[in-house]
Every structure is written in C-alpha cells, then in structure tokens.
C-alpha cells in the first residue's frame, strides 16, 4: 500500500508497535495472577495502545474498561472460570 498525501511513515513505527504488543502481553503475564482480571487486560490495553502514535488515552482506557468488563463477564460469569476479578493486596 502507498502512504497518503501528506502522511510521514517512520522507521521506528514498526518496532514500536513490535514492542508494545510484546509489552502487553509480559504485563498480562504479570498481573493476571497478582492483580485479577480487569487491572491485567485494562493495563495491557493501555502498553498495546503505545504501538500506534494515533490512539489517544481516553480512547485506550475507554476501551481498556469495557474489554476488562466483556472479559469478565464472559470468562468469570458465563463460562465459570476460577479467575479473580480483582485481587486487593
């Protein structure tokens, strides 16, 4: 594909976005088990979100949120996994 008129494609664009999905996925690794559910896929959502230099913040929390909510609803409630939603310290 060819850039649009006036768009600037950046070398480090590629291996940011390589970076944040890895980054994502080793902070999920991290959290689930420690932090519950919903503080595992909002935070991974949020390092994911890093990759792209369009997405904005609220956009990604926004997303972050309603994903978290999906996920549990769909894992915790409807599919009776053992998961913690959320694990206070």
Known sequence: MGKAAGQVISSASPLRAVLA???SVVCFALLIETAGLIPAVIVTVLVA???S???QAREAVLFGVCLA???SVLFV???NQPLAIVRLW
């Open 77 to 79: 409630v409807l599919l």
């Open 69 to 71: 909510v999906a996920m």
């Open 49 to 51: 979100s890093r990759g």
């Open 53 to 55: 230099p369009d997405t």
């Open 21 to 23: 999905v890895i980054g």
